[in-house]
């Protein structure tokens, strides 16, 4: 059983820099054709990508964010990361990391969320 678990502040000021991490278990985020991703949900609107991280570490963002955003990994944790810098209101959501099967390209497992806002 895969299981993903977000974690960080939940507060954040606007400006400064958003810093997630998800801690995997039941499988190797190095497993071949898996990818690691952040998905968020503002509030009143639907999922939104942010990134993901693949099993060879290459990174892929959504161009709207890309500038803002770096995800890495720590193999050994068997965890990864999330920063996404110079944070505003609108970037104030519930923030998923979730499994993306390569070989359906499609979202398998999901951690449970973590809520993040920005405010001063």
């Known amino acids: 059983q895969v299981q993903l678990q977000e974690s960080g502040p939940g507060l954040v000021k606007p400006s400064q820099t958003l810093s997630l991490t998800c801690t995997v278990s039941?499988?190797?985020?190095?497993?071949?054709?898996?990818?690691w991703a952040w998905v968020r949900q503002p509030p009143g609107k639907g999922l939104e990508w942010v990134g993901y991280i693949s099993y060879l570490g290459n990174t892929y963002y959504n161009p709207s964010l890309e500038s803002r955003t770096s995800i890495s990994r720590n193999t050994s944790n068997n965890q990864f990361h999330l920063q996404l810098t110079s944070v505003t209101p609108e970037d104030t959501a519930m923030y998923y990391c979730?499994?993306?099967?390569?070989?359906?390209?499609?979202?398998?497992?999901w951690g449970q969320g973590t809520q993040v806002t920005v405010s001063s």
């Open positions: 979730a499994r993306l099967d390569g070989s359906i390209w499609s979202f398998d497992y």
């Open positions: 039941g499988d190797s985020i190095a497993a071949l054709r898996f990818y």
